[in-house]
């Protein structure tokens, strides 16, 4: 008999085991591990609750939703983010997945909810499926292409510049600017004090004045990203960077069963971007990641965002994932505006 609950922090090493069943692959295979609490990301993502699958005392799948504030069309609007759908392979094909998107589909209707976002794998449809054709809300829609780049830590070269990057805080003005730049994005973060916990603020300046601001987010700590397999000619690529980084400055590339060493580019702000700023934010965030003896520096970007452009030439790996949009309330306007816009995804709580 299979047993549908919420989880609570007496769940944590089963939901830690049942992560680590669900791999994803490409042309770097990885396995996601959330050691020593699963309940760590869940909390940064908002409010969250976690739907649980279980029999005979042992969990079995899973589904998360959070809730979140974002901006759409310059206004304040609660978003459910749904993350963390997994169930353990040998039970798959047995209608466990439904029925744990009945019981997320019940509670974001309970709450009055609108708008519900998920993630999905470039490719992958099949999480789709189960979202599909229910009588109480109407279907996801696709919102477009984000594309993570993975740039390749290294040294900063020596060149003077007369842009100054310093650490800095989340004061009132540092909030204020970031609310102002992602209220131009749709789904962009509402921004409080507590959003900007255990990130790494960077500010450049030139006369005083912000330009630019970057957030990075170490998550190394409680999510881990384990390579399972490399491609032949991404292996024999990286296999060459490896020789070369003790002379060229760049990291060491990753290794079959060991985590990646991550950094994350959470926020990067700019209101008028050009190349030298743009390039200058992601290398102090690549010499950032080769400091702690990282790999790459992450950054996810929906495919309208004009910053893609300032990357040409830059040495990076770039993978792709689809955001995917509902409004329970059948809001064309909300969703609309969303599709017509330039959306954002934090993508370091995926």
């Known amino acids: ?6 989880a609570n922090p007496a769940d944590n090493e089963q939901l830690i085991a049942l992560t680590a069943l669900s791999g994803m692959e490409g042309v770097i295979s990885l396995r996601i591990e959330r050691q020593p609490d699963f309940f760590r990301l869940v909390e940064l993502r908002g409010e969250s609750r976690v739907f649980v699958a279980e029999t005979n005392n042992t969990i079995i799948g899973c ?13 304040v609007v609660p978003l459910y983010y749904i993350g963390d759908f997994k169930v353990e392979p040998v039970f798959r094909n047995k209608g466990i997945g439904l029925e744990l998107c009945n019981r997320l589909a019940d509670y974001v209707v309970a709450c009055d909810a609108d708008l519900a976002f998920l993630n999905v794998a470039a490719g992958n449809s099949k999480p789709l499926s189960f979202f599909k054709n229910r009588p109480q809300v109407p279907d996801f829609e696709n919102i477009g292409n984000f594309i993570i780049h993975q740039f390749i830590a290294r040294k ?29 994005y749709e789904l962009g973060m509402v921004f409080t004090d507590r959003v900007l916990d255990d990130s790494d603020i960077w500010v450049a300046r030139s006369n005083g004045k912000i330009l630019a601001v970057m957030c990075l987010f170490d998550t190394m700590a409680f999510k881990q990203n384990v390579v399972t397999g490399i491609s032949r000619p991404l292996k024999v690529l990286l296999a060459g960077f490896s020789v070369l980084y003790r002379i060229s400055g760049i990291a060491r ?31 102090h965030a690549r010499q950032a990641a080769y400091d702690k003896s990282y790999s790459f520096v992450s950054i996810g970007l929906h495919e309208k965002d004009p910053l893609h452009k300032y990357f040409k030439g830059m040495l990076r790996l770039s993978f792709k994932s689809v955001g995917m949009l509902l409004s329970v309330k059948n809001n064309r306007s909300l969703v609309e505006k969303v599709k017509n816009g330039v959306p954002f995804e934090d993508y370091s709580l995926v």
């Not at 008999?1 to 919420?6: F, P, S, T, W």
């Not at 990067?268 to 700023?277: E, G, Q, S, T, V």
């Open 63 to 75: 589904l998360c939703v959070s809730l979140q504030q974002v901006w759409v069309g310059g206004q």
């Open 156 to 184: 900063k070269k020596a060149v003077e510049n007369k842009l100054q990057i310093e650490a800095a805080s989340a004061t009132v003005g540092l909030l204020q600017f970031l609310n102002d730049y992602y209220r131009t």
């Open 253 to 283: 590339m990753p290794v079959i069963n060991k985590p990646v060493g991550m950094m994350y580019i959470r926020y990067l702000a700019m209101p008028h971007p050009d190349k030298r700023l743009v390039r200058l934010m992601i290398n």
């Open 1 to 6: 008999m299979i047993n549908y609950r919420l």
